[in-house]
Nanobody, 123 residues
Framework: VQLQASGGGLVQAGGSLRLSCAASGRTFSRNGMGWFRQAPGKEREFVATISGSGTTTAYVDSVEGRFTISRDNAKNTVYLQMNSLKPEGTAVYYC?????????????????WGQGTLVTVSS
């Protein structure tokens, strides 16, 4: 089982990026999925989560209204659309599977972590 995150890059403040997380080896349509990020020198933090059906989402307050998490279960892929990016959004972004259902915000409750994709937001 592998999660492959992609779509990171260098963007100016105010710009947009769309991250993708493709799962292989098994399907996770019954599991919530989440995005986390880790900035240099900081702990990994929760960003967004989505239910298995895609009907329920939740976000950390700092990205609410700017980021949108979505999923395509037919493609076994989760996305994170990031708009109005800020320099404090610079981090490695990781996707992972909610091991207990959905709605979790703690990294210890997630598994099958992908390798991460670097997002750099310049001011």
């Amino acid at each position: 089982v592998q999660l492959q995150a992609s779509g990171g890059g260098l963007v100016q403040a105010g710009g947009s990026l769309r991250l993708s997380c493709a799962a292989s080896g098994r399907t996770f349509s019954r599991n919530g999925m989440g995005w986390f990020r880790q900035a240099p020198g900081k702990e990994r933090e929760f960003v967004a989560t989505i239910s298995g059906s895609g009907t329920t989402t939740a976000y950390v307050d700092s990205v609410e209204g700017r980021f949108t998490i979505s999923r395509d279960n037919a493609k076994n892929t989760v996305y994170l659309q990031m708009n109005s990016l800020k320099p404090e959004g610079t981090a490695v972004y990781y996707c992972a599977v909610d091991l207990y259902g959905m709605g979790r915000t703690k990294s210890a409750e997630y598994g099958y972590w992908g390798q991460g994709t670097l997002v750099t937001v310049s001011s």
